[in-house]
């Protein structure tokens, strides 16, 4: 470059940062000259010129993205078809998932009222539908206490079976059937007699009324501990065998489904026999979310009391 070109530059650059701060030094001490009681003077937003690279940014538009509809999917669909209901599950993408999906009211084709179902819920404001339902397939687990203990549907019996070989590996002893399935007629009588021994309220909080029962789904089961003699259903819960199906019935599908604490919202005193089947994947998340009813874990409400 030429030294005359270049001096000619560099002087026009150093008279221009000159200016500048002369500029703003005049500013500077013209504002700090200013006294105290002067009125300072705010133009409104409305008379600021705006900057030109502000006047190009462009506007902010908003809009609304629909959330997926699982029930949409074709998986979905080919699973409810199919009947299979760990298979329904997957589709969703998992236990998790599939409650999520249900607890937010994105699920609308699955139905916590449909009683050959493992997501069903049946409690004192959700009856049963039809309300003397009578399960399809009925069959008895290897273990049983008596003839009056009942069978369970068929996969809950194969599955208690496998719950209590669990046991009887962990070393706490083996696991037995003390009452299954109730029909709506055998319910009536159950119902009754707890009302007749212990009053409405008492009777209440003990059994449910026919047509309000999960024992009466097939998927109920309720266990007693039988490691060197069997005990009975009231002592379970103080069993090594109660404290580790509590721990771990859910690695085969089962719940306990009223547990201490929870009266508020079942409307049952704590009952720590009373096992509910509802699959591996769904017993699976329901465990690892730490949830102790299957109200919270459907985003269901509480179910105190009955209706009427």
């Known amino acids: 470059m030429d030294p005359r070109l270049r001096f000619r530059l560099s002087l026009t650059i150093g008279l221009a940062v000159a200016l500048a701060g002369a500029l703003w030094a005049l500013a500077d001490g013209s504002a700090s000259s200013r006294s105290v009681a002067d009125p300072v003077t705010v133009k409104s937003a409305s008379t600021i010129a705006m900057p030109p690279t502000a006047k190009s ?9 629909a959330v997926a509809d699982p029930c ?17 599950v997957a589709a969703f993408g998992g236990g998790a998932a599939f409650r999520a999906a249900v607890a ?30 009578a399960p399809a397939s009925l069959s008895e687990p290897s273990l049983v206490v008596d003839d009056t203990a009942g069978p369970l549907r068929t996969d ?11 046991a009887d590996a962990a070393g706490v002893g083996t696991i037995a059937l003390g009452s299954g399935y109730r029909s709506y007629d055998t319910q009536v009588q159950t119902y009754s007699g707890q009302v007749a021994t212990y009053g ?3 009777g209440d909080a003990l059994s449910a009324r026919p047509g309000h029962s999960e024992h009466q789904t097939g998927m109920a089961a309720d ?30 599908g089962f719940i306990v489904r009223y ?14 026999w009373h096992l509910r089947f509802i699959g591996v994947p769904l ?25 009427g």
């Open 57 to 65: 940014l462009p506007a902010v538009s908003l809009r609304t993205v």
């Open 259 to 272: 547990v201490a604490g929870q009266t508020p919202i079942t409307g049952y005193d704590a009952e720590p």
């Open 72 to 88: 949409g999917q074709a998986a979905v669909k080919e699973a409810l078809a199919s009947g299979g209901d760990d298979a329904v």
């Open 200 to 202: 409405q309220a008492k």
């Open 104 to 133: 937010t009211g994105n699920a609308p084709c699955i139905d916590l009222g449909d009683p050959v179902r493992d997501w069903l819920v049946v409690n004192k404001t959700r009856p049963l539908n039809p309300l003397a339902y």
């Open 223 to 252: 266990v007693i501990s039988c490691g060197g003699g069997c005990g009975t259903i009231d002592s379970f819960g103080g069993t090594p065998a109660g404290a580790w199906v509590a721990e771990n019935g859910w690695r085969y």
């Open 156 to 166: 809950v019996a194969q599955a208690l079976d496998a719950l209590s070989a669990g």
């Open 283 to 307: 017993a699976t998340a329901y465990h690892d979310g730490g949830f102790a009813t299957l109200e919270q874990f459907f985003g269901l409400p509480a179910a105190p009391a009955y209706p």
